[in-house]
């Protein structure tokens, strides 16, 4: 069974930098594409940044030029640099794999930004 693993959320200062890891565990078939969402309290789960065949990125409004998503080689995990974070950034962040016939979401990983 795969199973996506989240990590290096915690917490900075606004202007700071995070990097978050995302690693599948198990058989990875058909993978089409991975992904990071974010939620805030009291708001829908939001998409960060995708990347899928190719390495095609995209990359919400919000976080384009302070955000970059990329894989390893072996397509098995992805990461997510974040720089010049701001309060609003402040979310859980969660992976998310979608395979030929599944999709598959890690537990997220907490990003909190404070002044």
């Known amino acids: 069974q795969v199973q996506l693993a989240e990590s290096g959320g915690g917490l900075v200062q606004p202007g700071g930098s995070l990097r978050l890891s995302c690693v599948a565990s198990?058989?990875?078939?058909?993978?089409?594409?991975m992904a990071w969402y974010r939620q805030a309290p009291g708001k829908q789960r939001e998409l960060v940044a995708s990347?899928?065949?190719?390495?095609?990125?995209k990359y919400a409004d919000s976080v384009a030029g302070r955000f970059t998503i990329s894989r390893d080689s072996a397509d098995i995990a992805i990461y997510l640099q974040m720089k010049s974070l701001k309060v609003e950034d402040s979310a859980v962040y969660y992976c998310?794999?979608?395979?030929?016939?599944?999709?598959?979401w890690g537990r997220g990983t907490q990003v909190t930004i404070f002044s």
């Open positions: 198990g058989r990875i078939v058909g993978l089409q594409a």
């Open positions: 998310y794999a979608e395979l030929l016939n599944s999709k598959l």
């Open positions: 990347i899928g065949g190719g390495g095609r990125t």
